[in-house]
Structure formats: structure tokens, C-alpha cells
């Protein structure tokens, strides 16, 4: 897919990237209904991480040069992206430190928790990417209705996301028993390694509502344009992090391996 486009090339665009991402994901969670297994489930989730990396995160946008001067916008907006991304990369190691963890403490078990929550939830989170996308994509080509429409959606459908993990599923889990405890050995570390992943998460999605909250106002007031928009940019990106991190956490703590209480 070209990477100069008109604009209702780009809108197809993200549309196709989204119904690979669902039935990827709708594939991996009947996989691991099925017959559960771990390296493929891997393997599907590094193919999703993949596109939106590429496709929603516009990695390829780092080898971009400016010909302009250093005091350009476009000069500017190269540094800044090239700041994000190493920020994301540092951040990258945090949530990757969690999955070792979840690695080394569980193995092959894994929580034991409400399924069509966690399938819900994760939908929630890749609808919202794909109207981030869409929101992102009408900044580009100057339409700021659009992308506060967008926008909205995509808070909106975070919120819920946020709301079904911390007051949902949090609530459901403690119910099941699972305690937030790596030192009580009958308690053992599932409580604890599912709160402090997905409290984690929780508070990148919680940070990323109050990003989209202030480019969301900035736009309102017209600070954006088709020409300089970095500010929109920057928070897509990000909400598509937070996206790519949960594309691995989700079959992590909801598909690969077998439930324990």
C-alpha cells in the first residue's frame, strides 16, 4: 500500500488494516478455545503489532527527511517524532518486562477469567484504533470536523475500555478469588501479575483519554491544520501503543495456557 495517497484511499486504508486486526483476533480467541496453541497465538499477535505499527503507527514516517531548514515545521515535526518514538521504545521495555515476568511466574497457566469480557474489551480497544486512524487521517487532508468526530468516538470507546477492565473485570477477578499477593505462597502470583499489567495498561489508556482530551480542545480552538498537525499525530501514535501493548497482554492473561484459580 502506497504511502502517498488521496484521501479516500487513506480512510480504505485503515479499514482494511481493521478487518485483518478482527480476524486475527477473532481467530487467535478460537484458537485458544480450541486447542490452545501458545506459538501460534504469538505469532498471530506479532502479526497484528505489525500492522498497526506500520499501517496506524506510520513507523516508515522516521526515515522521512525534510529538505526544509532546521527551523521548519517540517524539520521540527521530524525531531519530535524521532523523540516520541524513542520515548515509546523506552516505555516498550516496561511493558516487555511484564511479559517476562508473566513468563517466568506463570508458564503455561494463566488467571482464570470471563472470556467474553476480555474478547469484549479487546474489540473495544481496536475499534477505538480505527477511528484514532480515522480522526488522524481527516487532520491530514484538513478536516477538522471529522477528526473531532473521531476523536470523541475514540474517547468514548477508551472510556469503556478503561471501565470494563478497572471496574468490571478487576471486580469479577476479586470475586474469583484473585488477590493482588506475590508473597503469600497460597495465594501464589496470579493476583499479582494480572493487577500489575493491567494496571499498567490502565494507567497508559487513563494518560492517553487525557491526550486525546487536550488535541481534541486544541483542534476546537483551530489550532490544527492540514499542514501542522503534529499534536494529533503524536496522539494517535500513542493511543496505537497503548493498542500494541494490549494486542499482546490480551492473550498473555486471557488465551495462552490453561486457567487456574
Partial sequence: MAHTQDKSSALG?????????TILTITEYFVAVSFNAASLLVVMAVIKAALVMYYYMH???????????EHSYAYKTGTNRLGLW????????????????????????????NQMLGLAVTAVLLISSFFMNR???AMKYGDRK???????ITFVLGLGFLIG????????????????SFGNPSVGPLGGVFYMMTGMHAFH???????LGVVWNNARKGVYSAEKHWGVEAAAVYWHFVDLVWIFFYPALYLIGTAVQ
Fill in 165 to 180: 477492565v478497572v471496574f468490571v473485570e478487576w471486580r469479577l477477578a476479586a470475586d474469583e478469588g484473585l488477590v493482588a
Fill in 146 to 152: 471529522e477528526f473531532m468526530k473521531n476523536t470523541l
Fill in 205 to 211: 489508556v487513563f494518560t492517553g483519554l487525557i491526550f
Fill in 59 to 69: 513507523i516508515y514516517k522516521l526515515n522521512e527527511e525534510s529538505r526544509d531548514g
Fill in 13 to 21: 486504508q485503515g479499514v482494511v488494516i481493521f478487518v485483518y486486526l
Fill in 86 to 113: 524513542l520515548f515509546l521504545l523506552s516505555d516498550g521495555f516496561v511493558f516487555a518486562g511484564l511479559l517476562v515476568m508473566r513468563a517466568n511466574l506463570l508458564g503455561l497457566t494463566r488467571p482464570h477469567l
Fill in 135 to 137: 480522526g488522524e487521517t
